[in-house]
């Protein structure tokens, strides 16, 4: 994205946090499940008067997982129910790439790897790249505050097979480090935290955050991207719609991609635009704490990239991950939104 479209951006995010009435704040979501540590023990959000007509059926249907990639279509299915039904309960970046193959969703967050799989398999358009690969190394005790420090250990991690494995390993690699790298789910990794069996783990971006607060003694040393070499970086997820909805729907989703971007250009480093989307999203039952959104919020790597800017991005990725073995395939041309 261009400076000047950054500038313009940022100042849109301003008038958006003083004017999201206007967009249905506190409206009781379409939303059907929360992100990882969320309490939702009778967790009651009082309706409220909206001046927005509520489109009913002409929804935009959307599914997102509860993760860092569907993070801004949770604050979308907060401040703007009335235009966007999105669900999350239960949704992976598999199951929401099925769920626009079968017309289930018109609009899904994918990983880059699922949105060039589904272009060979459906007529899509992706529209955006919202996130790139933030790996935190979590480790108890003092020690480990650099990458060389962790030359020789036993280090936990997850992502196996996908591109987490992969950058993970060519950073390491990259800056000499010889590791005995064991793979294992998020939920496997919290659980040998938590046993004592784990002392050093690497962890995608929100997962960082949310085992590190969940586990006593544990912290956040460092970024392991911080010393990504390359120069493109880790995209994680994309935005991605249904071509035949996005050519019947022009202005709805012409709408949707400019509060899409100001929802996360709001996170891009501003922390008024962090501390309200954590505030909204600990109000309806997201997360467990204002801390812990906060902090998860802060700690996801958002980014916005359109247009021929996203286009470059997402081809040097599926390079990288055909140079790590993956089959596959970068999308045709048309299959870029606005270019």
Not at 17 to 27: F, P, Q, R, T, Y
Not at 214 to 235: C, H, I, M, R
Not at 250 to 257: A, N, Q, T
Not at 293 to 299: E, L, Q
Request: charged share 25%.
């Amino acid at each position: 994205m261009s400076n000047f479209k950054k500038i313009v951006a940022l100042l849109l995010v301003a008038v958006c946090l003083i004017s999201v009435a206007a967009c249905g704040k506190n409206e009781k979501a379409d939303v059907t499940t929360t992100a990882p540590a969320a309490n939702h023990e009778d967790k009651e959000i009082p309706d409220v008067e909206v001046t927005v007509p509520d489109r009913g059926e002409n929804k935009i249907k959307i599914a997102a997982p509860a993760d860092s990639g569907g993070l801004a279509f949770s604050k979308l299915a907060i401040d703007c129910s009335y235009a966007y039904s999105v669900e999350q309960k239960g949704i992976t970046s598999a199951t929401a790439a099925e769920k626009i193959k079968n017309g289930e969703a018109q609009v899904a967050a994918l990983t880059l790897a699922d949105a060039a799989a589904l272009s060979s398999q459906a007529d899509i358009k992706i529209i955006a790249i919202n996130t790139n690969l933030v790996l935190s190394v979590v480790a108890s005790g003092e020690g480990i505050l650099s990458c060389e420090e962790l030359d020789g250990k036993t280090i936990y991690a997850c992502g196996e097979g996908t591109y987490v494995q992969w950058v993970t390993e060519k950073i390491l690699d990259d800056n000499g480090v010889n590791a005995d790298i064991v793979y294992a789910t998020v939920d496997e990794i919290d659980a040998k935290m938590k046993s004592g069996e784990a002392e050093i783990c690497i962890l995608p971006e929100f997962d960082g955050t949310g085992l590190t607060n969940a586990n006593e003694g544990f912290t956040k040393k460092f970024a392991l991207t911080s010393l990504w070499k390359e120069d493109f970086a880790p995209a994680a997820t994309c935005v991605v719609a249904r071509t035949d909805y996005v050519e019947a729907n022009v202005g709805y989703v012409e709408e949707l991609v400019e509060k899409f971007e100001m929802a996360t250009n709001s996170c891009i480093d501003n922390e008024a635009g962090v501390g309200y989307l954590a505030q909204i999203l600990t109000e309806n039952g997201y997360f467990s704490d204002f801390e812990l959104a906060k902090n998860s919020v802060a700690a996801v790597g958002f980014v916005y990239l359109d247009g021929e800017e996203m286009k470059a991005a997402f081809e040097a990725n599926v390079e990288f991950y055909a140079d790590c073995g993956a089959e596959i395939t970068a999308p045709a041309d048309s299959a870029y939104y606005g270019i």
